[in-house]
């Protein structure tokens, strides 16, 4: 079920897996990624789905911008206490992903808020099999 689609990105529901599915297809992230990103966290408060697949991987955060996109948006529109864990599964390119498994703490560790868990994945294959074991 498609819950929000723009031509930018779009972030469908998948009942028998009981997972959000936010993939971006522009060229780099905008507001249009936060929107979606934004619309996916509220989407899982909403009803309570507790993981996300995040497909940015034609296009993810420079190594600068990625605390402003991935991070910060977790930090603002999730409650500190979510009723149920939540997994995000970020699929990025090999680079970005060599990038973040290198200088980001985030990866596979829980933060603010609790009971989140982000992990990052170069193969959406990979990514799904994480979330469908959580």
């Not at 599915?21 to 408060?45: I, R, V």
Request: hydrophobic share 40%.
């Amino acid at each position: 079920m498609t819950l929000y689609y723009s031509p930018a990105a779009s972030l469908t529901y998948n009942a028998a897996d009981e997972m959000l599915h936010l993939s971006f297809n522009a060229t780099h992230l905008d507001l249009s990624f936060g929107q979606a990103y934004q619309c996916a966290l509220q989407e899982m408060l909403t009803k309570n789905v507790g993981k996300l697949l995040l497909d940015l991987k034609r296009n993810a955060p420079s190594s600068d911008d990625h605390e402003q996109w991935l991070v910060e948006p977790l930090q603002a529109h999730l409650p500190a206490r979510v009723p149920r864990p939540v997994f995000i599964a970020a699929v990025l390119s090999e680079g970005q992903y060599q990038y973040q498994i290198s200088n980001c703490p985030a990866s596979g560790s829980t933060f603010v808020p609790e009971q989140v868990e982000f992990n990052y994945f170069t193969s959406r294959r990979e990514a799904a099999a994480w979330l469908n074991g959580r």
